[in-house]
Nanobody, 125 residues
């Protein structure tokens, strides 16, 4: 049974940091591209960051470049999203997603086969 368990969300002040985790089961993390998406309040889902199976291939949305870092620990079956210098506009439900092969279009949701349940990040003073 495939599961993606996202955690680490919470309330943080502007300028603060959070680290999200996505722990997977039911498949081998090494074989999958992993991405983080988010859905801000009242807006569509958007891609945030991805790590492909090809070593070193990572992608970031322009609005998070230099602030967010994606990483994976295949031994722990976990993908992380380190979020620094958070801004109110980062407020969203964050989802992790898994693709069986490196997506041709990194933010195309149809490329992803499994999704986590989401974790809420609220950035507010």
């Amino acid at each position: 049974d495939v599961q993606l368990q996202a955690s680490g969300g919470g309330l943080v002040r502007p300028g603060g940091s959070l680290r999200l985790s996505c722990t997977v089961s039911g498949f081998t993390l090494d074989d999958y591209a992993m991405s983080w998406f988010r859905r801000p309040p009242g807006k569509d889902r958007e891609g945030v960051s991805s790590t492909y199976t090809t070593p070193g291939r990572t992608f970031y949305a322009e609005v998070v470049k230099g602030r967010f870092t994606i990483s994976r620990d295949n031994d722990k079956n976990t993908v992380y999203l380190q979020m620094n210098n958070l801004k109110p506009e980062d407020t969203a439900v964050y989802y992790c997603a898994a693709a069986r092969q490196d997506p041709r279009l990194v933010w195309a949701t149809y490329e992803y086969h499994h999704w986590g349940q989401g974790t809420l990040v609220t950035v507010s003073s």
